[in-house]
């Protein structure tokens, strides 16, 4: 069981578990957090029952719910086996538990990698199912003499360097935002309320599905004024307050394509920019360039981190950049510890296929911030800009 066209993206994910494997000495790993079932199987779950294995001698096995059957087929693994709640049916549909028992008596294992968590997780739906340690439960009584070993940070490594495939389809999740920031600035005008400013946003996301994009959506906030001095709080949050001539107006987007996301962030200005505002942008964007600049593999995210906030620190901004340069994207959206962390402290290194945000900011308590954040790709030679638009202080002026 293959998706069309996936076959090459398939065999370079697929190697690069069983190299984990091998490293990790596991004969499999069994996943069911939605990201980790797409980094397994090219098959992001809707409610969250699905389940993936891969063996590092055997197949790719993937374990949908019945209705989620057709979703399932369109990725690459070996096999598919449906799962229904309660006792199995008269059709051969059965439980996780009786599944992952089939499977553990057909290809066996005597070292079992399974999460462990905790994890950040995007949203698959409205209401997902997260197994938490019944997962691990389940797996115990389907392998009762195997060893079973907390997978998560072998899972984190495989999800932090992506596969050509992979960065396609962000690609494609990036052209969704690119579309909704479009949107957002042609509406944007004095007097709009941060909600009906986010909503334009947003309203270009889900209408991306087509018939090579199952599902598009994601997320948007706009944060005005003062409000704006405080996004770099752990979520962002759109309020009814209007946004005004003379502000900065920030708002952040997360789109998804197929369970692939973006994280980006463009900073208005309501109007010609004044003294301060103009210095503000031009510390974030010099500290872009630099951490641009900067990017390749082998470089560290703590040096990258480093030099960022150099150049804010220079423009006498240093105390206002609070949070780090960026961290990894891809597989979810808003994950601080997702790999690599450009972060002071990080031990990551750059590597070709690693994606991540870089987000450059300024927040000033009782007037505004500024932030700009961008998705990049690493490359063999450098940075990849995924998301170019709206990258100039002119582009970023409403008036």
């Known amino acids: 069981m293959r998706g069309a066209g996936s076959e090459s993206g398939a065999a370079a994910r697929l190697a690069r578990i069983r190299v984990a494997l091998d490293s990790a000495d596991l004969a499999a790993v069994v996943c069911s957090l939605p990201a980790n079932v797409l980094l397994l199987s090219g098959y992001w779950p ?14 790719a096995l993937v374990l949908p719910p019945p209705d989620e059957r057709d979703a399932a087929s369109r990725g690459w693994a070996d096999d598919l ?15 996780l538990g009786d599944q992952l028992a089939q499977a553990a008596r057909q ?38 003499t195997a060893d079973l070993v907390a997978a998560d940070d072998m899972l984190a490594s495989l999800r932090a360097v992506k596969t050509r495939a992979d960065v ?18 042609r ?61 900065l107006v920030l708002v952040h987007a997360n789109s ?16 010609t920019p004044n003294h301060r505002q103009r210095a503000m942008y ?17 470089v560290s995210g703590q040096a990258v981190d480093s030099a960022a906030r150099d150049v804010l620190t220079a423009h006498g901004f240093g105390p206002a950049f609070k949070h780090s340069t960026g961290h990894g994207v891809g597989f979810g959206a808003i994950d601080h510890n997702a790999r ?36 990049v790709a690493v490359t063999d030679t450098g940075a990849r800009v995924l998301t170019p638009f709206q990258a100039s202080i002119k582009e970023l002026t409403v008036t």
């Open 340 to 375: 690599p962390r450009l972060a002071s402290g990080s031990n990551d290194i750059l590597e070709p296929g690693m994606v991540c945000n870089v987000e450059p900011a300024i927040y000033l308590d009782g007037y505004g911030g500024l932030r700009h954040c961008d998705m």
């Open 46 to 59: 809707v409610v969250g029952t699905a389940c993936a294995i891969v063996w590092r001698e055997g197949p």
């Open 187 to 247: 509406a944007l005008r004095p007097g709009l309320r941060e909600t009906a400013v986010a909503a334009r946003v947003r309203a270009q996301f889900s209408i991306a599905a087509t018939k090579a994009v199952d599902r598009a959506d994601g997320f948007a906030f706009c944060m005005s004024g003062v409000n704006s001095a405080q996004a770099y709080r752990a979520y962002a949050r759109s309020t009814a307050k209007r946004v005004a001539l003379g502000e």
């Open 256 to 271: 998804y394509v197929d369970g692939y996301w973006t994280d980006v962030t463009r900073t208005y200005c309501l109007g």
């Open 107 to 144: 290809w066996g294992g005597a070292r079992i990698g399974v999460e462990r968590g905790p994890a950040f997780e995007p949203a698959s739906y409205v209401a997902m199912c997260v197994y938490g340690t019944s997962l691990w439960d389940a797996v115990r009584t389907a392998w009762p």
């Open 81 to 95: 086996r449906v799962i229904v709640e309660g006792t199995g049916d008269a059709a051969g549909s059965r439980t």
């Open 282 to 298: 031009d510390a974030v964007f010099e500290a872009r360039r630099v951490a641009l600049d900067l990017i390749r593999p082998g």
């Open 168 to 185: 396609a389809r962000i690609d494609v999740a990036c052209r969704v935002a690119e579309r909704g920031f479009a949107a957002g600035r």
